[in-house]
Protein backbone atom coordinates (compact mmCIF):
# COMPACT_ATOMS: atom_id res chain seq x y z
CA UNK A 1 0.00 0.00 0.00
CA UNK A 2 1.51 3.68 -1.09
CA UNK A 3 0.62 6.68 0.64
CA UNK A 4 0.88 10.21 0.93
CA UNK A 5 1.82 11.09 4.38
CA UNK A 6 1.21 14.51 5.86
CA UNK A 7 4.49 15.07 7.03
CA UNK A 8 4.07 18.75 7.81
CA UNK A 9 8.13 20.01 7.49
CA UNK A 10 8.92 23.00 9.73
CA UNK A 11 8.88 26.04 7.41
CA UNK A 12 12.02 27.57 8.33
CA UNK A 13 13.59 24.50 6.80
CA UNK A 14 12.04 23.83 3.82
CA UNK A 15 15.04 22.87 1.89
CA UNK A 16 15.86 19.34 1.49
CA UNK A 17 19.88 19.74 3.01
CA UNK A 18 18.66 22.23 5.52
CA UNK A 19 16.25 18.59 6.54
CA UNK A 20 18.98 16.70 6.29
CA UNK A 21 22.12 18.54 8.16
CA UNK A 22 19.73 19.96 10.84
CA UNK A 23 19.28 17.07 13.54
CA UNK A 24 22.89 15.62 12.41
CA UNK A 25 24.68 19.18 13.53
CA UNK A 26 22.03 20.63 15.77
CA UNK A 27 19.85 18.41 17.63
CA UNK A 28 21.68 18.17 21.38
CA UNK A 29 22.75 14.64 22.60
CA UNK A 30 20.75 12.47 24.47
CA UNK A 31 21.10 12.49 28.25
CA UNK A 32 19.85 9.64 30.53
CA UNK A 33 20.23 6.89 28.47
CA UNK A 34 21.64 4.02 29.90
CA UNK A 35 24.12 1.36 27.26
CA UNK A 36 25.82 -1.55 27.70
CA UNK A 37 27.72 -3.19 25.26
CA UNK A 38 27.38 -6.50 24.33
CA UNK A 39 30.35 -8.23 21.59
CA UNK A 40 28.78 -10.92 19.48
CA UNK A 41 31.57 -13.44 17.95
CA UNK A 42 30.49 -14.51 14.23
CA UNK A 43 31.24 -17.54 12.94
CA UNK A 44 34.11 -16.30 10.50
CA UNK A 45 36.02 -15.24 13.29
CA UNK A 46 34.91 -11.19 13.30
CA UNK A 47 32.32 -9.58 15.80
CA UNK A 48 29.35 -7.70 15.94
CA UNK A 49 28.83 -5.06 18.63
CA UNK A 50 25.15 -4.22 19.87
CA UNK A 51 24.75 -1.22 22.40
CA UNK A 52 21.47 -2.33 24.61
CA UNK A 53 19.55 0.03 26.89
CA UNK A 54 19.62 -0.81 30.18
CA UNK A 55 16.67 0.59 32.85
CA UNK A 56 15.22 -1.20 36.20
CA UNK A 57 12.06 -1.27 34.37
CA UNK A 58 13.07 -3.63 31.39
CA UNK A 59 12.74 -7.14 31.85
CA UNK A 60 13.63 -10.46 29.77
CA UNK A 61 10.75 -11.41 27.65
CA UNK A 62 9.78 -7.06 27.13
CA UNK A 63 9.72 -6.99 22.98
CA UNK A 64 12.99 -5.38 21.18
CA UNK A 65 13.71 -3.35 18.57
CA UNK A 66 17.10 -3.57 16.66
CA UNK A 67 18.77 -0.80 14.97
CA UNK A 68 20.31 -1.02 11.67
CA UNK A 69 22.66 2.08 10.46
CA UNK A 70 23.53 4.17 7.60
CA UNK A 71 26.47 4.12 6.06
CA UNK A 72 29.37 4.69 8.46
CA UNK A 73 26.97 5.07 11.43
CA UNK A 74 27.44 4.38 14.80
CA UNK A 75 25.46 4.77 18.36
CA UNK A 76 26.68 8.93 18.12
CA UNK A 77 24.18 9.11 14.71
CA UNK A 78 21.83 11.76 15.60
CA UNK A 79 18.77 8.90 15.15
CA UNK A 80 20.24 6.41 17.58
CA UNK A 81 20.06 7.26 20.99
CA UNK A 82 16.88 9.92 20.21
CA UNK A 83 15.31 6.24 18.93
CA UNK A 84 16.67 4.53 22.21
CA UNK A 85 15.04 6.59 24.36
CA UNK A 86 11.87 6.13 23.16
CA UNK A 87 11.76 2.35 22.67
CA UNK A 88 12.58 2.94 26.38
CA UNK A 89 9.74 4.94 27.24
CA UNK A 90 7.41 2.67 25.25
CA UNK A 91 8.63 -0.61 27.62
CA UNK A 92 10.78 -1.69 24.78
CA UNK A 93 14.42 -2.50 25.20
CA UNK A 94 16.73 -1.11 22.13
CA UNK A 95 19.72 -2.53 20.88
CA UNK A 96 21.43 -1.02 18.31
CA UNK A 97 23.80 -2.71 16.37
CA UNK A 98 27.10 -1.76 14.63
CA UNK A 99 27.93 -3.34 11.03
CA UNK A 100 31.33 -4.56 11.10
CA UNK A 101 33.79 -1.90 12.00
CA UNK A 102 31.84 0.87 13.22
CA UNK A 103 31.58 0.52 16.94
CA UNK A 104 34.52 2.62 17.51
CA UNK A 105 36.93 -0.42 16.71
CA UNK A 106 38.46 -2.11 13.54
CA UNK A 107 37.03 -5.46 12.76
CA UNK A 108 39.45 -8.08 12.22
CA UNK A 109 38.76 -9.28 8.85
CA UNK A 110 39.91 -7.39 5.67
CA UNK A 111 35.96 -7.39 4.77
CA UNK A 112 33.21 -5.13 6.50
CA UNK A 113 29.81 -4.40 5.27
CA UNK A 114 28.00 -3.13 2.64
CA UNK A 115 24.17 -2.13 1.58
CA UNK A 116 23.59 -6.25 0.77
CA UNK A 117 24.91 -7.78 3.00
CA UNK A 118 22.46 -9.57 5.00
CA UNK A 119 24.50 -12.59 6.64
CA UNK A 120 25.11 -10.26 9.57
CA UNK A 121 21.74 -9.47 9.67
CA UNK A 122 20.32 -13.01 10.11
CA UNK A 123 22.78 -14.34 12.63
CA UNK A 124 22.13 -11.65 14.86
CA UNK A 125 18.27 -11.81 14.73
CA UNK A 126 18.69 -15.55 14.91
CA UNK A 127 20.81 -15.33 17.98
CA UNK A 128 18.32 -13.23 19.96
CA UNK A 129 15.43 -15.26 18.45
CA UNK A 130 17.36 -18.74 20.60
CA UNK A 131 17.75 -16.66 23.31
CA UNK A 132 14.16 -15.83 23.82
CA UNK A 133 12.23 -17.48 20.88
CA UNK A 134 8.73 -15.79 22.45
CA UNK A 135 9.92 -12.47 22.54
CA UNK A 136 8.18 -9.56 19.95
CA UNK A 137 11.13 -8.34 17.73
CA UNK A 138 11.16 -5.75 15.14
CA UNK A 139 13.93 -3.88 13.36
CA UNK A 140 14.48 -0.80 11.97
CA UNK A 141 16.65 0.37 9.36
CA UNK A 142 18.16 3.44 8.68
CA UNK A 143 19.46 4.26 4.74
CA UNK A 144 21.75 1.85 4.03
CA UNK A 145 20.14 0.18 6.92
CA UNK A 146 17.10 -0.10 5.08
CA UNK A 147 18.10 -1.09 1.98
CA UNK A 148 19.69 -4.14 4.02
CA UNK A 149 16.85 -4.83 6.04
CA UNK A 150 14.44 -4.82 3.04
CA UNK A 151 16.59 -7.08 0.98
CA UNK A 152 16.88 -9.37 4.16
CA UNK A 153 12.90 -9.43 4.78
CA UNK A 154 12.66 -10.10 0.74
CA UNK A 155 15.22 -12.90 0.12
CA UNK A 156 14.18 -14.66 3.36
CA UNK A 157 10.29 -14.69 2.74
CA UNK A 158 9.81 -18.30 1.70
CA UNK A 159 11.53 -19.12 5.37
CA UNK A 160 9.92 -19.02 8.96
CA UNK A 161 9.06 -14.93 9.84
CA UNK A 162 11.99 -14.19 12.41
CA UNK A 163 10.99 -10.34 12.97
CA UNK A 164 7.13 -9.21 14.02
CA UNK A 165 7.64 -6.10 12.16
CA UNK A 166 9.93 -3.85 10.27
CA UNK A 167 10.40 -0.30 9.09
CA UNK A 168 12.93 1.37 6.43
CA UNK A 169 14.27 5.31 6.50
CA UNK A 170 15.26 7.27 3.80
CA UNK A 171 16.41 3.88 1.20
CA UNK A 172 18.33 4.10 -1.46
CA UNK A 173 16.28 1.23 -3.10
CA UNK A 174 18.85 1.16 -6.65
CA UNK A 175 22.11 1.93 -5.62
CA UNK A 176 23.52 2.87 -8.98
CA UNK A 177 21.11 5.75 -9.06
CA UNK A 178 21.53 7.08 -5.53
CA UNK A 179 25.60 6.55 -6.43
CA UNK A 180 25.10 8.97 -9.39
CA UNK A 181 22.56 11.42 -7.40
CA UNK A 182 25.11 12.03 -5.01
CA UNK A 183 27.48 13.22 -7.37
CA UNK A 184 25.59 16.40 -7.97
CA UNK A 185 25.27 19.76 -6.66
CA UNK A 186 25.56 20.19 -3.58
CA UNK A 187 24.78 16.37 -2.55
CA UNK A 188 28.60 16.09 -3.52
CA UNK A 189 29.25 17.55 0.30
CA UNK A 190 27.76 14.04 1.72
CA UNK A 191 29.64 12.41 -0.75
CA UNK A 192 32.93 14.18 0.13
CA UNK A 193 31.81 13.51 4.24
CA UNK A 194 31.28 9.92 3.31
CA UNK A 195 34.69 9.29 1.80
CA UNK A 196 36.84 10.73 4.34
CA UNK A 197 34.86 8.68 7.18
CA UNK A 198 35.90 5.48 4.63
CA UNK A 199 39.65 6.43 4.22
CA UNK A 200 39.71 7.25 7.77
CA UNK A 201 38.38 4.00 9.39
CA UNK A 202 39.52 1.84 6.23
CA UNK A 203 43.36 3.28 6.59
CA UNK A 204 43.20 2.47 10.36
CA UNK A 205 42.01 -0.90 10.10
CA UNK A 206 44.54 -1.81 6.84
CA UNK A 207 47.64 -0.41 9.35
CA UNK A 208 46.50 -3.57 11.56
CA UNK A 209 45.16 -5.83 9.01
CA UNK A 210 46.54 -6.90 5.17
CA UNK A 211 43.96 -6.09 2.74
CA UNK A 212 43.51 -8.17 -0.13
CA UNK A 213 44.11 -5.53 -2.51
CA UNK A 214 46.18 -2.26 -2.60
CA UNK A 215 45.97 0.18 0.04
CA UNK A 216 47.02 3.05 -1.92
CA UNK A 217 43.56 3.17 -3.89
CA UNK A 218 42.01 4.48 -0.80
CA UNK A 219 43.45 8.03 -1.51
CA UNK A 220 42.92 7.55 -5.40
CA UNK A 221 39.06 7.04 -5.66
CA UNK A 222 37.33 10.23 -5.20
CA UNK A 223 33.82 9.45 -5.83
CA UNK A 224 31.45 6.42 -4.02
CA UNK A 225 30.87 4.77 -7.58
CA UNK A 226 34.45 4.49 -7.74
CA UNK A 227 35.28 3.45 -3.70
CA UNK A 228 32.34 0.80 -4.58
CA UNK A 229 33.72 -0.51 -7.40
CA UNK A 230 37.72 -0.49 -6.68
CA UNK A 231 37.38 -1.34 -2.86
CA UNK A 232 33.47 -2.27 -1.95
CA UNK A 233 33.15 -4.87 -4.95
CA UNK A 234 36.67 -6.46 -4.58
CA UNK A 235 36.18 -6.75 -0.76
CA UNK A 236 33.29 -8.56 -1.12
CA UNK A 237 33.67 -10.95 -3.62
CA UNK A 238 31.82 -8.77 -6.39
CA UNK A 239 32.81 -8.81 -9.89
CA UNK A 240 33.05 -5.05 -10.13
CA UNK A 241 30.39 -1.81 -8.90
CA UNK A 242 27.76 -2.80 -11.47
CA UNK A 243 27.41 -6.41 -10.13
CA UNK A 244 27.58 -4.72 -6.94
CA UNK A 245 24.58 -2.09 -6.85
CA UNK A 246 22.46 -4.96 -9.29
CA UNK A 247 22.56 -7.53 -6.61
CA UNK A 248 22.08 -5.75 -3.56
CA UNK A 249 20.01 -2.73 -4.46
CA UNK A 250 16.83 -3.90 -2.02
CA UNK A 251 13.62 -2.47 -4.85
CA UNK A 252 14.03 -5.68 -6.45
CA UNK A 253 13.15 -7.71 -3.01
CA UNK A 254 9.88 -5.92 -2.04
CA UNK A 255 7.28 -7.84 -3.29
CA UNK A 256 8.51 -10.88 -1.59
CA UNK A 257 7.85 -9.38 1.50
CA UNK A 258 5.44 -10.82 4.10
CA UNK A 259 6.23 -9.07 7.43
CA UNK A 260 4.19 -5.83 8.39
CA UNK A 261 6.80 -3.21 7.16
CA UNK A 262 6.54 0.14 6.93
CA UNK A 263 8.70 2.21 4.40
CA UNK A 264 8.81 6.31 4.85
CA UNK A 265 10.31 8.35 2.38
CA UNK A 266 10.54 11.51 1.15
CA UNK A 267 10.53 12.96 -2.22
CA UNK A 268 13.51 15.64 -2.04
CA UNK A 269 15.61 12.88 -0.35
CA UNK A 270 19.43 14.58 -1.72
CA UNK A 271 20.99 11.04 -1.88
CA UNK A 272 18.97 9.85 -4.51
CA UNK A 273 16.58 10.88 -7.17
CA UNK A 274 12.53 10.28 -6.76
CA UNK A 275 12.70 7.91 -9.60
CA UNK A 276 14.00 5.33 -6.57
CA UNK A 277 10.63 5.23 -4.89
CA UNK A 278 8.71 1.32 -5.94
CA UNK A 279 5.10 1.85 -7.50
CA UNK A 280 3.00 0.50 -5.87
CA UNK A 281 2.73 -2.66 -7.99
CA UNK A 282 5.99 -3.15 -7.12
CA UNK A 283 5.07 -3.87 -2.89
CA UNK A 284 3.79 -6.82 -1.09
CA UNK A 285 0.66 -6.35 0.53
CA UNK A 286 2.50 -6.57 3.96
CA UNK A 287 4.21 -3.08 2.93
CA UNK A 288 2.88 0.42 4.03
CA UNK A 289 4.89 3.31 2.01
CA UNK A 290 4.38 6.41 2.99
CA UNK A 291 6.03 8.86 1.31
CA UNK A 292 6.71 12.79 1.80
CA UNK A 293 6.77 15.93 -0.37
CA UNK A 294 9.37 16.95 2.42
CA UNK A 295 12.21 15.87 4.66
CA UNK A 296 15.52 15.63 3.36
CA UNK A 297 17.25 12.42 4.57
CA UNK A 298 16.57 11.18 7.56
CA UNK A 299 15.63 14.33 8.14
CA UNK A 300 11.84 15.15 8.72
CA UNK A 301 12.12 17.85 11.01
CA UNK A 302 9.13 19.70 12.02
CA UNK A 303 7.83 22.78 14.85
CA UNK A 304 6.70 26.06 14.95
CA UNK A 305 9.82 27.61 16.21
CA UNK A 306 14.01 26.56 15.76
CA UNK A 307 14.29 26.31 19.45
CA UNK A 308 11.43 24.15 19.72
CA UNK A 309 11.91 21.14 17.10
CA UNK A 310 10.11 18.08 16.89
CA UNK A 311 11.52 14.78 15.07
CA UNK A 312 8.75 13.25 13.41
CA UNK A 313 10.47 10.08 12.97
CA UNK A 314 10.49 9.70 16.94
CA UNK A 315 6.81 9.49 17.17
CA UNK A 316 5.81 8.20 13.94
CA UNK A 317 8.31 4.55 14.16
CA UNK A 318 6.71 3.63 17.60
CA UNK A 319 3.31 4.42 15.86
CA UNK A 320 3.69 2.15 13.78
CA UNK A 321 5.66 -0.63 15.87
CA UNK A 322 2.99 -0.29 19.03
CA UNK A 323 0.23 -2.50 17.13
CA UNK A 324 2.75 -5.49 16.18
CA UNK A 325 5.38 -5.53 19.56
CA UNK A 326 3.03 -4.64 22.47
Not at 81 to 101: C, D, I, Y
Not at 201 to 219: A, D, I, M, W
Not at 222 to 233: E, G, H, L, S, V
Request: with cysteine.
Amino acid sequence: MATTNQFKPAWWLRNSHLQTLWPAICRPNVKNLNLQRERIELPDGDFIDLDWTHHEQNQSGDPVVLILHGLEGSIDSHYAKSLLKEFTNHGWRGAFMHFRGCSGEPNRLARGYHSGETGDVEYIVRSLRVREPNTKLAVVGISLGGNVLLKWLGETADKNNLVDAAIAVSVPFELHKAATRIQQGFSRFYQWYFMKCLRERLSEKFEVTVPPLNPGVLHEVRTMYDFDDKITAPLHGFTGVEHYYSSASSRQYLRNINVPTLILHAKDDPFMSSSVIPEPHELSPSITLEVTERGGHVGFVGGRYPWRPEYWLDQRIPEFLKEYID
